[in-house]
Protein backbone atom coordinates (compact mmCIF):
# COMPACT_ATOMS: atom_id res chain seq x y z
CA UNK A 1 0.00 0.00 0.00
CA UNK A 2 3.08 2.21 1.28
CA UNK A 3 4.41 1.81 -2.45
CA UNK A 4 0.85 2.37 -4.63
CA UNK A 5 0.72 5.82 -2.50
CA UNK A 6 4.24 6.85 -3.08
CA UNK A 7 3.90 6.23 -6.61
CA UNK A 8 0.26 7.76 -6.80
CA UNK A 9 2.11 11.24 -5.04
CA UNK A 10 4.89 10.76 -7.84
CA UNK A 11 1.77 10.48 -10.21
CA UNK A 12 -0.06 13.45 -8.82
CA UNK A 13 3.14 15.54 -8.54
CA UNK A 14 3.67 14.98 -12.24
CA UNK A 15 0.49 15.78 -13.46
CA UNK A 16 -0.01 19.11 -10.97
CA UNK A 17 3.66 20.30 -12.40
CA UNK A 18 1.53 21.44 -15.90
CA UNK A 19 -1.35 22.95 -13.48
CA UNK A 20 0.96 25.53 -12.21
CA UNK A 21 2.52 26.07 -14.83
CA UNK A 22 -0.65 26.82 -16.72
CA UNK A 23 -1.25 28.79 -13.73
CA UNK A 24 2.11 31.01 -13.97
CA UNK A 25 1.37 31.49 -17.37
CA UNK A 26 -1.92 32.90 -16.28
CA UNK A 27 -0.88 34.72 -13.65
CA UNK A 28 1.36 36.59 -16.49
CA UNK A 29 -0.90 37.83 -18.68
CA UNK A 30 -3.44 40.07 -16.47
CA UNK A 31 0.12 41.94 -15.50
CA UNK A 32 0.79 42.17 -19.38
CA UNK A 33 -2.79 44.12 -19.31
CA UNK A 34 -1.78 45.63 -16.93
CA UNK A 35 1.11 47.03 -18.26
CA UNK A 36 -0.86 47.86 -21.77
CA UNK A 37 -3.53 49.55 -20.70
CA UNK A 38 -0.95 51.73 -18.44
CA UNK A 39 0.76 52.51 -21.59
CA UNK A 40 -2.34 53.49 -23.12
CA UNK A 41 -2.46 55.69 -19.88
CA UNK A 42 0.06 57.42 -20.30
CA UNK A 43 -0.31 58.32 -24.13
CA UNK A 44 -3.67 59.50 -23.58
CA UNK A 45 -2.36 61.58 -20.02
CA UNK A 46 0.37 63.02 -22.90
CA UNK A 47 -2.16 64.10 -25.32
CA UNK A 48 -4.55 65.79 -22.69
CA UNK A 49 -1.56 67.67 -21.35
CA UNK A 50 -0.78 69.04 -24.99
CA UNK A 51 -4.17 70.43 -24.87
CA UNK A 52 -4.40 71.62 -21.76
CA UNK A 53 -6.20 75.14 -22.06
CA UNK A 54 -4.35 78.44 -22.01
CA UNK A 55 -0.82 76.62 -23.31
CA UNK A 56 -0.54 77.08 -26.50
CA UNK A 57 -0.22 73.95 -29.52
CA UNK A 58 2.37 72.17 -31.26
CA UNK A 59 0.74 74.43 -34.42
CA UNK A 60 0.58 77.94 -32.63
CA UNK A 61 4.60 77.18 -31.49
CA UNK A 62 5.65 76.18 -35.57
CA UNK A 63 3.61 79.79 -36.16
CA UNK A 64 5.09 81.30 -34.18
CA UNK A 65 8.92 80.12 -34.59
CA UNK A 66 8.14 81.00 -38.31
CA UNK A 67 7.24 84.89 -37.33
CA UNK A 68 10.37 85.06 -35.52
CA UNK A 69 12.01 83.85 -38.43
CA UNK A 70 10.62 85.69 -40.71
CA UNK A 71 11.43 89.10 -38.48
CA UNK A 72 15.27 88.02 -38.37
CA UNK A 73 15.84 87.48 -41.76
CA UNK A 74 13.89 90.55 -43.23
CA UNK A 75 17.15 92.93 -41.81
CA UNK A 76 18.94 90.35 -44.06
CA UNK A 77 16.54 90.69 -46.68
CA UNK A 78 16.94 94.10 -46.84
CA UNK A 79 20.45 94.27 -47.01
CA UNK A 80 20.61 91.73 -49.69
CA UNK A 81 18.49 94.25 -51.38
CA UNK A 82 20.65 97.09 -50.89
CA UNK A 83 23.41 94.70 -52.36
CA UNK A 84 21.80 94.06 -55.09
CA UNK A 85 20.72 97.91 -55.83
CA UNK A 86 24.59 98.60 -55.56
CA UNK A 87 25.77 95.91 -57.88
CA UNK A 88 23.23 96.81 -60.24
CA UNK A 89 24.19 100.90 -60.20
CA UNK A 90 27.98 99.61 -60.28
CA UNK A 91 27.25 97.30 -63.68
CA UNK A 92 25.73 100.34 -64.68
CA UNK A 93 28.88 102.07 -64.47
CA UNK A 94 30.64 99.60 -66.03
CA UNK A 95 28.18 99.18 -69.18
CA UNK A 96 28.43 102.80 -69.54
CA UNK A 97 32.63 102.99 -69.16
CA UNK A 98 33.00 100.40 -71.40
CA UNK A 99 30.74 102.00 -74.49
CA UNK A 100 32.62 104.98 -74.01
CA UNK A 101 36.09 103.48 -73.95
CA UNK A 102 34.41 101.27 -77.13
CA UNK A 103 33.70 104.40 -78.56
CA UNK A 104 37.56 106.10 -77.91
CA UNK A 105 38.46 103.23 -79.45
CA UNK A 106 36.20 103.37 -82.76
CA UNK A 107 37.49 107.26 -83.04
CA UNK A 108 40.96 106.45 -82.42
CA UNK A 109 40.53 103.76 -85.49
CA UNK A 110 39.11 105.62 -87.70
CA UNK A 111 41.52 108.41 -86.91
CA UNK A 112 44.48 106.43 -87.24
CA UNK A 113 43.27 105.07 -90.59
CA UNK A 114 42.70 108.34 -91.78
CA UNK A 115 45.88 109.68 -90.84
CA UNK A 116 47.35 106.13 -92.37
CA UNK A 117 45.34 106.77 -95.68
CA UNK A 118 46.92 110.76 -95.68
CA UNK A 119 50.30 109.56 -95.17
CA UNK A 120 50.29 106.90 -98.12
CA UNK A 121 48.75 109.69 -100.44
CA UNK A 122 51.37 112.13 -99.04
CA UNK A 123 54.24 109.94 -100.10
CA UNK A 124 52.63 108.65 -103.47
CA UNK A 125 52.25 112.71 -103.91
CA UNK A 126 55.54 113.18 -103.97
CA UNK A 127 57.32 110.35 -105.39
CA UNK A 128 54.86 110.85 -108.73
CA UNK A 129 56.01 114.87 -108.42
CA UNK A 130 59.78 113.43 -108.39
CA UNK A 131 58.81 111.76 -111.97
CA UNK A 132 56.38 114.36 -113.61
CA UNK A 133 59.06 116.39 -114.53
CA UNK A 134 60.71 113.32 -116.70
CA UNK A 135 57.38 113.02 -118.23
CA UNK A 136 57.09 116.84 -119.06
CA UNK A 137 60.97 116.43 -120.85
CA UNK A 138 59.25 113.64 -122.81
CA UNK A 139 56.97 115.97 -124.03
CA UNK A 140 58.75 118.45 -124.98
CA UNK A 141 61.38 116.13 -126.61
CA UNK A 142 57.69 114.70 -128.79
CA UNK A 143 56.95 118.17 -129.71
CA UNK A 144 59.75 119.90 -130.75
CA UNK A 145 62.32 117.31 -132.51
CA UNK A 146 61.34 115.71 -135.70
CA UNK A 147 63.07 113.05 -136.87
CA UNK A 148 63.97 113.31 -140.45
CA UNK A 149 66.18 109.73 -141.16
CA UNK A 150 65.17 106.32 -140.20
CA UNK A 151 67.26 106.23 -137.69
CA UNK A 152 66.38 109.32 -135.78
CA UNK A 153 62.33 108.09 -136.32
CA UNK A 154 63.88 104.60 -134.69
CA UNK A 155 65.10 106.25 -131.83
CA UNK A 156 62.18 108.69 -131.54
CA UNK A 157 59.71 106.03 -131.53
CA UNK A 158 62.03 104.24 -128.62
CA UNK A 159 61.92 106.99 -126.15
CA UNK A 160 58.26 107.65 -126.82
CA UNK A 161 57.47 103.69 -126.08
CA UNK A 162 59.23 104.47 -122.89
CA UNK A 163 57.18 107.76 -122.27
CA UNK A 164 53.86 105.74 -123.03
CA UNK A 165 54.60 103.38 -120.78
CA UNK A 166 55.56 105.78 -117.96
CA UNK A 167 52.25 107.64 -118.47
CA UNK A 168 50.30 104.43 -118.23
CA UNK A 169 51.93 103.79 -114.77
CA UNK A 170 51.09 106.87 -113.54
CA UNK A 171 47.15 106.53 -114.51
CA UNK A 172 47.56 103.15 -112.80
CA UNK A 173 48.55 105.21 -109.75
CA UNK A 174 45.49 107.51 -110.55
CA UNK A 175 46.79 110.36 -111.99
CA UNK A 176 45.12 112.08 -114.96
CA UNK A 177 46.06 115.02 -117.07
CA UNK A 178 44.34 118.34 -116.98
CA UNK A 179 42.83 119.84 -120.36
CA UNK A 180 42.25 123.64 -119.59
CA UNK A 181 42.11 125.17 -122.47
CA UNK A 182 39.26 127.16 -123.88
CA UNK A 183 37.67 127.18 -119.76
CA UNK A 184 37.76 129.81 -117.66
CA UNK A 185 40.34 130.50 -115.30
CA UNK A 186 40.33 128.99 -111.69
CA UNK A 187 43.24 129.93 -109.59
CA UNK A 188 42.30 126.31 -107.21
CA UNK A 189 43.45 124.30 -110.80
CA UNK A 190 45.57 126.70 -113.08
CA UNK A 191 48.09 129.17 -112.44
CA UNK A 192 48.79 132.06 -114.69
CA UNK A 193 52.09 132.71 -116.14
CA UNK A 194 51.13 134.78 -119.28
CA UNK A 195 48.51 137.00 -120.34
CA UNK A 196 47.62 137.73 -124.22
CA UNK A 197 45.55 140.65 -125.21
CA UNK A 198 42.85 139.30 -127.62
CA UNK A 199 39.51 139.91 -129.11
CA UNK A 200 38.34 136.50 -130.10
CA UNK A 201 37.98 135.10 -126.30
CA UNK A 202 36.51 136.46 -123.64
CA UNK A 203 38.69 137.80 -120.45
CA UNK A 204 40.09 135.05 -118.12
CA UNK A 205 39.58 132.39 -120.72
CA UNK A 206 42.70 129.68 -120.84
CA UNK A 207 44.11 130.04 -124.07
CA UNK A 208 46.87 127.55 -123.93
CA UNK A 209 48.32 124.88 -121.37
CA UNK A 210 52.24 126.04 -120.90
CA UNK A 211 52.84 123.43 -118.27
CA UNK A 212 50.63 120.33 -117.70
CA UNK A 213 48.36 120.11 -114.75
CA UNK A 214 48.05 116.87 -113.33
CA UNK A 215 45.41 115.51 -110.62
CA UNK A 216 46.04 112.77 -108.06
CA UNK A 217 42.37 111.07 -107.89
CA UNK A 218 40.12 113.90 -106.98
CA UNK A 219 42.50 115.80 -105.90
CA UNK A 220 45.27 118.20 -107.61
CA UNK A 221 48.56 117.07 -107.93
CA UNK A 222 50.16 119.83 -109.51
CA UNK A 223 48.64 123.54 -110.91
CA UNK A 224 48.56 123.55 -114.68
CA UNK A 225 50.80 126.54 -116.19
CA UNK A 226 48.61 128.97 -118.58
CA UNK A 227 48.13 131.81 -120.48
CA UNK A 228 44.95 133.36 -120.15
CA UNK A 229 43.34 135.71 -121.78
CA UNK A 230 43.40 139.32 -121.76
CA UNK A 231 41.19 142.50 -123.47
CA UNK A 232 43.15 144.51 -125.94
CA UNK A 233 44.54 148.05 -124.64
CA UNK A 234 44.53 149.11 -128.53
CA UNK A 235 40.74 148.43 -129.08
CA UNK A 236 39.14 152.42 -129.42
CA UNK A 237 35.57 152.82 -127.43
CA UNK A 238 32.26 153.66 -128.54
CA UNK A 239 32.94 157.45 -127.27
CA UNK A 240 36.00 157.70 -129.39
CA UNK A 241 34.34 156.21 -132.75
CA UNK A 242 31.38 158.08 -132.10
CA UNK A 243 34.14 161.42 -131.75
CA UNK A 244 35.73 159.96 -135.15
CA UNK A 245 32.76 160.09 -137.25
CA UNK A 246 31.78 163.61 -136.17
CA UNK A 247 35.24 165.29 -137.04
CA UNK A 248 34.87 163.37 -140.37
Given amino acids: MIEENKQVNNTNQQLGQPIEVKQAMKSDSPT ?3 HNESGSDVTEQMATQNNIPGEPTLAEENNVAA ?3 IEVDTPALAELAQQLESMKTQLEDRS ?3 MRI ?3 FENYRKRTSKEKEDMEMQMKRNTIMELLPVVDN ?3 ARSHLKPQSEGEMTIHKSYQGVYKQLVDCLKRLGVSPMRPEG ?3 DPNLHEAVMREPTNE ?5 VLEELVRGYYLGERVLRHA ?6 PREDTPTEQEDESNQENS
Wanted: charged letters at 35%; hydrophobic letters at 35%.
Fill in 102 to 104: AAD
Fill in 225 to 230: MVKVAA
Fill in 96 to 98: NQY
Fill in 32 to 34: ENN
Fill in 138 to 140: FER
Fill in 183 to 185: EEF
Fill in 67 to 69: AEK
Fill in 201 to 205: HPEGT
